[in-house]
C-alpha cells in the first residue's frame, strides 16, 4: 500500500476557518500529490510535489497552498475554508516515475 | 473542462460474464492511460496502465484496449467476479507530466 497515511481521517469545520490536511508515507517516494474527489468530477489534482521544497498547481489550486518540507510528509492548508472545499481529499505517492500513482485511505472534510 | 470522459455512471452485470467499461479523451496529447479501481471508504488502487505505442494490455482477467484514432479506451474483465464490484475511474497523462485528469467514475456491480 505504499505506505501512505492521512489524517484525520474525517474533518468537520466552519466556513472561515484554517484545516490542514496531513499527508505521510514511509517509503521515501520522491513524488506526492493531493487530489479531490467529488461527484460527477472524479479525482482532480490540486498541488503536488517532485521533491523536499518543490511544489506546483494542479487543475483546482485556487484556495490551497501546499508545504513539504521532509521527505515524508505533504501538507495541504485551506487558509479560509468555503463550504465549496467539503470533499474527500485523497493523497497519493508517485511510484514508477509521476504515472503511477498510490493512494493514501481519505480525508472527510466537511466545511459547514 | 472534462478531458477524460466515462459516459457511463453505472455497469450491472452477472457473475462469469464479461465486463465492458468504457472511457473517452478529448486531449491528444494524452500518451499514457491508467485504470484504478475503488472501493467504499478506501483510496483508489492501481489496476492496469497502456502508453500510446501499444493498443491492447493484459494482466490476468484484466485487459485494457486503446484505440488512439478514436480517442477511446475500454476496461475488459473476464470472467467477472462479485468482488470486481466497485467503482472504476479511468485516467490519462502524457508520460510523466505530473497532470493526471481522470474520468467521473464508473460504478460496476457484479451479481452473483
Known amino acids: 500500500d505504499a505506505g501512505i497515511t492521512q489524517s484525520p481521517r474525517h474533518k468537520v469545520t466552519e466556513t472561515g476557518t484554517p484545516v490542514t490536511l496531513r499527508c505521510h508515507q514511509t517509503e521515501n517516494h520522491r513524488y506526492m500529490y493531493w487530489y479531490r474527489q467529488d461527484p460527477g468530477h472524479g479525482l482532480r489534482l490540486i498541488h503536488y510535489?517532485?521533491?523536499?521544497?518543490?511544489?506546483d498547481k494542479g487543475e483546482v489550486s485556487d484556495g490551497y497552498s501546499v508545504s513539504r518540507s521532509k521527505t515524508e510528509d505533504f501538507l495541504l492548508t485551506l487558509e479560509s475554508a468555503t463550504s465549496s472545499q467539503t470533499s474527500v481529499y485523497f493523497c497519493?505517492?508517485?511510484?514508477?516515475?509521476?504515472?503511477?500513482?498510490?493512494f493514501g485511505p481519505g480525508t472527510r472534510l466537511t466545511v459547514l | 473542462d472534462q478531458q477524460v470522459k466515462q459516459n457511463s455512471p453505472s455497469l450491472s452485470v452477472q457473475e462469469g460474464r464479461i465486463s465492458i467499461l468504457n472511457c473517452d479523451y478529448t486531449?491528444?496529447?494524452?500518451?499514457?492511460f491508467l485504470w484504478y479501481k475503488k472501493y467504499p471508504a478506501e483510496g483508489p488502487t492501481f489496476l492496469i496502465s497502456?502508453?500510446?505505442?501499444?493498443d491492447k494490455n493484459e494482466d490476468g482477467r484484466f485487459t485494457v484496449f486503446l484505440n488512439k484514432s478514436a480517442k477511446h479506451l475500454s476496461l475488459h474483465i473476464v470472467p467477472s467476479q462479485p468482488g470486481d464490484s466497485a467503482v472504476y475511474f479511468c485516467a490519462a497523462s502524457q508520460y510523466n507530466n505530473n497532470d493526471m485528469r481522470f474520468g467521473a467514475g464508473t460504478r460496476l456491480t457484479v451479481k452473483p
Open positions: 510535489s517532485y521533491g523536499v521544497k518543490d511544489t
Open positions: 497519493a505517492v508517485g511510484l514508477a516515475g509521476p504515472n503511477e500513482q498510490f
Open positions: 486531449n491528444s496529447m494524452f500518451d499514457y
Open positions: 497502456i502508453s500510446s505505442i501499444k
